[in-house]
Nanobody, 119 residues
């Protein structure tokens, strides 16, 4: 079992920046990728950014060039630096960990942190 705890959400004006953090505990040895998803009001949950073993990254189209995902393996943590925020970035942001335990393809989720961008 992996437990994920997010922090860093809040209210920011358009054009501003915010950094989210997520710390994993438990069976973190089996994590092979970590990342962030978001779900806006009335919308589906979409991938924002992922970072895989080896440092390979993947970004959603809407955030490319504005958001940066990073990972600290020693701290079992993943971060999301968000810049030039737009009102459409308003959503609940969820930390995600992809693990091979107990089965390949097991996904764990944090409780979510609200990000609100005012115009």
């Amino acid at each position: 079992q992996v437990h994920l705890v997010e922090s860093g959400g809040g209210l920011v004006q358009a054009g501003g920046s915010l950094k989210l953090s997520c710390a994993a505990s438990g069976s973190s040895f089996a994590i092979n990728a970590m990342g962030w998803y978001r779900q806006g009001p009335g919308k589906q949950r979409d991938m924002v950014a992922r970072i895989m073993d080896g440092g390979f990254t993947d970004y959603g189209t809407a955030v490319k060039g504005r958001f940066t995902v990073s990972r600290d393996n020693a701290k079992n943590s993943v971060y999301l630096q968000m810049s030039n925020l737009k009102p459409e970035d308003t959503a609940v942001y969820y930390c995600n960990a992809e693990s091979t335990w107990p089965d390949i393809g097991t996904n764990y989720w944090g409780q979510g942190t609200q990000v609100t961008v005012s115009s």
